[in-house]
Each structure stands twice: as C-alpha cells, then as structure tokens.
C-alpha cells in the first residue's frame, strides 16, 4: 500500500486528534497529513502525533512472537502457532489445576472499542474468569464514579470541547493541558478571547497555568477541602441557585452542612490557600452567567478521588451550572480511549454499553448476544492493582494486552515481583515493553495505523481509525489474536478477527445500555465527523450535549453527595517531610513503552526529573541537573534535580514516564479510594537527599 492519503486518529491520547496517513516508500513506513477538517483540533497536532508513525518502523517494533523455552531463559524467537500454543497450553492448564479464577487477563485504555469488547468477552466467555481489569482504572475511575453517583451516566464531558469558549468562566482543576493535549489549549485560548474567565487550581504554576486568571496553588492532597471551602462560600455570599437545586437536584440539605463545616479560614490552612484568593474564585465562576468545572487526573487519583470530584459537581450543582446549556462538570480523560475502554466490559465490573455485571436483565441481554446461558457469567473481579497485587497468589496465569503495568502500575517494584512469581504470563504488544520482558510468551500485534477500529474520544464522540498501511510481515492483530486463542480454547465461534464484525456486535451488546452504540456505524461516524453517544438507532442524531432536560437518574434529578475532608493516606512526617506528586510531560505518552523509542521525543525528554523548589534543593544540597534521591516507604529512586519557583517549597513533582532507578512510580502510595479502587498516585510522603 503505497501513496494513498487516509484520514484516520492519533494513538495516543483523548483528544484523538485526527490526522492522515499517507504511506511512503522506505524505513520511514508513513508520514502524518495535516487533516483541518476534523474539528477538534483542526489540523494541530503535538509532537507525539506528528512522531507517531516512528514507532510503526521495523527495528523499533516487535515482528515476531517471542518464547521463553525453560524457566529463567532468555526470549526466543518463535512461529506463531507455537506461541499461540503455549499461551493456551499456560492458561489452559492453570485453569484447569487451580480454577478459572486463577487466570487473569490485564487490558488497556488505549486498546480500541472493538478489542476491549472482544478482550471482556473472551475473559468471560472462553476463560470463564471474573480476574479482568485494565489500566484505566488508574486514569479516569474516581471521575467516572463521581458522574455515575452524581449524574447517574459517566460520559467524560457532557458537552463538546467547542462549548468551552463560549461559557463564562472555567475552573480547571489537576489539568495541564499544555503538556498532556496541547492542541486542546486553543479552546482556552479563545475563552479568554471571548472574554470569559480561566481558573486553574494546581499545586505547580504549570504552562497552563501561567494562562489563567487565576491560579490557586494548594497542597497536593487537599483538593477536596478546597472544593468544599469554595461551596461553603457560595453559600455563605448567597451566590446558591436556589430554583435550579428545588428542580433538578436532591441531597442538597446534607451535602450543604457538610459543606458548612469547611470554613474558609479552615480551608486556607488545609490546602494552604488563602481565603481572599478562595473568595475571589467563587466571585469570577458566579459573576458569570455560565462556568464549568472540568478536572483531570490531579483531583482523580486520590485515594479520595471520587469524593473530590463528588465535591467539584456539588460546587456545579448549588451554582446551577450544570445541565445546562454551557455549563456543567466535565472529566479531560486522559488515555486514548480512557472513554470507550471504560463502556464495553473490559472494566472488572462491566459489561458491554456501561452494564452492570451485577445487573440480571444486563446479564440476560449481553448473554444472549453471546449466545450463552446468562448463569454461566461470572461476577465482579478485582479491580487493577487488587488484581496485580494478586499475582503469583490468587490468580496464577495472566494474558496483558496494551499495557506496561511494571512501569504504570503504583508500588511497582512490587507489581514487578507478582509478575515475576507468575506461573505463565504474555502479553501482546507492540514492543517489548518492561512488562513483555518478564513474559512466557509475547505476542507481536499490530497499531494503529495497520487495523481499523473505533475510539471513543473525551468528548463521548466515537470516531474511526481506518487502516493505512499494510502491517509488516509477522504481526496480528489483537482481534487475530484472541480469534485464535478462542479456537484453541474450544471456541471456534463467536471471536471474529474483523473489527466492522465485532463493532455491529457491540452495536447489539450496547442497545439500550447507557453507552447505547445502536445506531452508530462505521459509515455514519465517517460521514459526520464521529457520532456521540447514546445513540440508539440509525434516526438519532446523536447526544453531543447531555443532561439539558434531565439528568439520567430515576427521577431526573442531579443527586449531590454529602462529602467531608479527609486526610491523604499517608501524610508527611519527621521521617518523610515532602510531598511527592506524578505526573506528564508532553513528549512522553504513560508508561513511554511506545514514545521512548521515538528520536525526536527523547531528544525533548530524555529522562526523569525531580522537579523542587529552589528553597528545598538548597536545603539538602543540590544544584540544577544534580542527582536527587526520592525515598518513600516503598522504595526510593533517583534522577537529576530541575530546580524551579514554580512548584510549592513542600512538594516535589516527577513524572512517570520512565522505569529503571527514575521509575516515579517506585515510590508511589497503591491506597485505593474506596468507591473507584483508584490509587493514590498523586500523593505520598518522601525524603530527598542529594545522591552525590
Ligand atoms: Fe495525539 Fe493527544 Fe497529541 Fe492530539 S494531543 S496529537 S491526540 S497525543
């Protein structure tokens, strides 16, 4: 395939910007074509989508499965039906010996709608297993929790990113769209044109945050007592829409005392914000007639993370700024299909179009699309890192497809040593990420520009990635794949490899849930520039903007969640005195398994950092560049010292992207939040010393 332009999306990150593909001939495979007409970000790309056809590069990719013949050896290069062997052979057996619980399957977020439908129904179709979860679980979890508990529907944002300009004031809470979807900024950037009002709440003056109007800089950890301060000053200035909270919410008596005790002089001394700058921000959001509050992954990966987030829609809710045209909460999902993986059962308590498993009328449903007896279903499995932690334990034998959990995962030096005490562990991947390393079996596949498929990007629109380009000699698809590996596992049917044949199953499994793709299809997200979801049949437009007559409750109504502060998990003391915080920078994508091996990327970031204020790096003695050790109670890791005044003298920030002695995530703390089994990635208490 040679010469022709295809229109298709980047593989990275939420946003998926749309780009083409046009193939050329030699090492280089393909080169990206700016596509303007797709309107989320009109041609702009940042550096990982105008990079990305590198990683489709032989030399750089994985073209052969790869075998580890005995206990201890090295990887193998292999046929694919002895690798496809022996991973049913691994599986098999475990389950046969110990049970089907004892295999686990591991998915992605950035795995396509068709591959995470597939991957679920594999688990609980040939494996028989509850043991499946995914990496997202450490992305958006605690904001999907909130919106269901809230709103009743978990959709990123209820509204397109084009709504962004034309409301009033936005408050953007753990966010740094400047390094994460850069292309995204623009929206923010015609705001302020537009004369509307930006807000940024982060703990480190980001580039982001150097747009706003206002920036309030609290202690990592303490976003839900910031939030909870700033309803007690709504409340306190009268600024309460008191008709919309009569007609469209409930719970707003308890959720208002609770706030009631977070007094702002309280609050200032929590999050270490003062009152007037509290005070000025509830002025700027209610001065204006519309706002929204939209989060990312700061206030989210808390191990309270879902009732922060519960306290942001509180804040949305007493303002009657939600539900309305222009406003509203909204979630910036972070992983490339962070929304699509979380709606189609690859979540350890889903099943397809955002069902219950613990629903018998969804399991009916989704059984008989399968084509099984809805008994033969197993339950909720364990949510991710509970799964990781179970390991070598529990669950003996585990299949990871698109994901790098060694170097995402929290406490990773522990993740790392459940996987190594595995029975039988592979893992399909493109490359060999730090997971495939430790596997029994590794499977090429092929990318995203080689396969189509859709994703479901942050705004709920499901778009289409078309295949560009042949894939090299040697590689499947993940859809190959699991085809195979249902076939050897006594499931010739019901596994197709095509991804238009699984999607028109998906469209069946999804009718009349709350992720309803009925009515969407290849064809119509062609011709429309992507379809939003629920759309349940082939007349409906399409639901860009959600929640305008009614929330999707029983009764209608927005539910507020009576929430109250609490303390991080850990909290700093005279033997761990700094926060620690994690991150992204823009050059690198999650777990970097795919950026890092990117020239142009690595030249931008080539490594880990340990960003401090100049106050701390001359308390312990360090000089810009200089190496800087990170100690936590799981372990300690170093990397050079980026010394600036734009982070909090209390915290340190590093970011995530990098294994070995900088692996950020060495350190990090793996407590869960309670409703979203999230973990606590964005606070832990650490030690710095120079590493001289
Ligand atoms: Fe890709 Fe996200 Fe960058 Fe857009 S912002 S080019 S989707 S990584």
Not at 8 to 33: F, I, N
Not at 70 to 75: A, F, I, S, T
Not at 86 to 91: D, F
Not at 274 to 282: G, H, I, K, S, T
Request: some cysteine.
């Amino acid at each position: 395939m040679t010469g022709t332009e295809t229109p298709t999306h980047c593989p990275y990150c939420a946003l998926q910007c749309g780009m083409s593909l046009r193939p050329v001939a030699g090492p280089e495979v393909a080169e990206v074509v700016e596509r303007t007409g797709f309107p989320v970000n009109r041609g702009a790309l940042c550096g990982k989508g105008r990079s990305a056809p590198a990683v489709l590069r032989r030399g750089v990719r994985l073209t052969s499965p790869l075998v580890r013949r005995r206990p201890g050896g090295e990887l193998e290069e292999a046929g694919w039906d002895e690798a496809l062997g022996r991973i049913a052979g691994g599986l098999g057996g475990v389950r046969a010996a110990h049970g089907a619980d004892a295999v686990g399957v591991f998915g992605g977020g950035g795995l396509t709608n068709e591959k995470a439908y597939a991957l679920g129904k594999f688990a609980r179709v040939v494996l028989g297993t509850s043991q499946i979860d995914y990496n997202g679980r450490f992305c958006m979890s605690s904001a999907a929790a909130a919106h269901q508990r809230a709103f009743g529907l978990d959709r990123g944002l209820p509204f397109p990113l084009e709504d962004i300009p034309r409301t009033g004031c936005v408050i953007l809470v753990g966010s740094n769209l400047a390094e994460t979807m850069p292309p995204a900024l623009r929206y923010l950037t015609e705001l302020k044109a537009n004369g509307g009002r930006l807000i940024v709440i982060d703990p480190r003056r980001t580039r982001t945050a150097e747009q706003a109007d206002l920036h309030l800089a609290p202690r990592p950890g303490t976003d839900l007592a910031l939030a909870l301060g700033m309803v007690h000053l709504v409340v306190a200035e009268g600024r309460v829409d008191e008709e919309f909270v009569r007609a469209r919410t409930r719970g707003w008596e308890e959720a208002r005392a609770g706030a009631m005790a977070h007094w702002p002089e309280l609050v200032e001394r929590i999050c270490g914000v003062p009152v007037a700058r509290l005070r000025e921000a509830v002025e700027l959001f209610c001065g204006a007639e519309s706002g929204m509050v939209l989060t990312a992954r700061g206030p989210e990966q808390q191990a309270k993370g879902t009732d922060t987030v519960g306290a942001w829609i509180n804040f949305c809710l007493a303002t009657g700024r939600a539900g309305r045209p222009l406003s509203g909460y909204g979630c910036l999902t972070g992983q490339g299909n962070g929304q699509g993986g979380r709606e189609h059962g690859q979540k350890a308590d889903q099943l397809p179009g955002y069902r219950k498993l613990t629903d018998p009328a969804a399991r009916r449903h989704v059984a008989e699309v399968w084509g099984v007896d809805p008994e033969s279903l197993p339950g909720p499995g364990r949510s991710a890192y509970e799964l990781l932690d179970a390991l070598g334990q529990d669950v003996r034998a585990l299949l990871v497809m698109g994901s790098n959990p060694v170097v995402s995962a929290p406490h990773a030096s522990h993740v790392e040593r459940r996987l190594a005490s595995l029975d039988f562990l592979a893992v399909a991947d493109v490359v060999l990420s730090e997971t495939a390393a430790l596997a029994d079996v590794v499977l090429p596949v092929t990318q995203w520009a080689e396969e189509s498929g859709t994703t479901t990007n942050l705004e709920g629109r499901v778009v289409l990635r078309r295949r560009a380009l042949d894939p090299p000699e040697g590689v499947r698809s993940d859809l190959e794949v699991l085809h195979a590996l249902a076939g050897l596992l006594g499931h010739g049917k019901g596994f197709p490899a095509d991804p238009a044949e699984v999607f028109e199953e998906l469209r069946r499994a999804s009718a009349g849930g709350a992720a309803d793709y009925a009515g969407i299809t290849y064809e119509r997200i062609a011709a429309e520039d992507g379809v939003f979801w629920p759309c349940p049949d082939a007349d409906h437009p399409g639901t860009p903007r959600l929640f305008l007559d009614r929330f999707a409750t029983e009764d209608g109504r927005a539910s507020f969640v009576p929430v109250v502060h609490r303390a991080a998990a850990e909290e700093t003391d005279r033997e761990y005195p700094v926060v620690l915080t994690t991150g992204r920078v823009v050059a690198q994508y999650q777990s970097g398994a795919q950026t890092r091996r990117v020239d142009e990327l690595n030249a931008a970031a080539p490594g880990p950092f340990v960003e401090l204020h100049p106050r701390l790096a001359e308390r312990i003695g360090v000089a810009e560049g200089e190496p800087v050790a990170v100690t936590s109670r799981r372990g300690r890791a170093v990397a050079p010292a980026r010394i600036t005044g734009a982070i909090r003298a209390d915290t340190v920030f590093m970011p995530f992207h990098w294994p070995g002695e900088g692996r950020a995530n060495t350190l990090t703390n793996p407590a869960l939040d309670p409703v979203s089994r999230m973990p606590e990635f964005k606070v832990c208490a650490v030690r710095l010393e120079a590493a001289r």
